[in-house]
């Protein structure tokens, strides 16, 4: 069974804010963490197409550059409604919403994931803090609705998804908003654009 993953990325100048990394650009940190995370799940077996929901040039010149992955225009309508157009757009009757600032995550963890959701209607994966949400799956046909914001790990389990038992070492849990968060992300190993990015601002 193949899945349609969806990613909304925001642009780059507004997105991570809070990420501050002396001798890095925060606009190509937030480039680079997110295209590195389309990559990885554009590269996961189970994963049949991506779609990336976004309005920044920068992010759609680098998808296109990414085989199995492919962008429509954010709608402007918060992360909930990207999330939206995104699962419309999707041509697989599995589908995923997964978010952009996951710079550790590799192919099998999220080939993990999406195993443990086959079995499952509805399902959502904790952000390593427990409040957050990672990926939420549906697997039935009609309405997909994402409850992304605070505390939306409990909001998308009191909307009947199963909260799946994904290890605490996944890195798939561990998004990144923050510097520290972005050292924990990187003992784990980050993908190469996050990886030549951090290595260049510390030459610097």
């Known amino acids: 069974m193949l ?11 507004s997105g991570k804010s809070r990420l501050e990394i002396s001798g890095a650009d925060r606009p190509q940190l937030a480039l680079a963490i997110a295209l590195d995370t389309v990559a990885a799940a554009a590269s996961a077996q189970a994963v049949g197409e991506v779609v990336v929901v976004t309005s920044d040039a920068d992010v759609q ?4 550059q990414i085989d199995g992955a492919t962008w429509i225009p954010d709608p402007g309508m918060s992360l909930n409604g990207a999330a939206r157009a995104g699962l419309e757009r999707a041509s697989h009757e599995a589908r995923a919403v997964m978010l952009g600032d996951l710079p550790a995550l590799t192919a099998a963890d999220l080939d993990d994931a999406l195993a443990r959701a086959t079995g499952q209607e509805r399902a959502v994966v904790p952000d390593a803090e427990g409040s957050g949400s990672v990926l939420v799956t549906w697997r039935v046909p009609g309405a997909h609705e994402a409850h992304f914001g605070t505390d939306s790990a409990a909001k998308h389990a009191d909307a009947g998804h199963t909260v799946l038992d994904v290890p605490a070492s996944s890195t798939l ?5 923050t510097a520290e968060q972005l050292e ?3 003992a784990l190993g980050l993908g190469p ?4 990015l951090l290595e260049a601002a510390r030459a610097a």
Do not use: F, L, M
Not at 61 to 64: D, F, L, Q, T
């Open 61 to 64: 010149a680098g998808v296109e």
């Open 193 to 196: 654009r996050t990886t030549a």
């Open 3 to 13: 899945w349609s993953v969806v990613i909304p990325v925001k642009t780059t100048q």
């Open 184 to 186: 924990v992300a990187a």
């Open 173 to 177: 849990r561990r998004d990144v908003d």
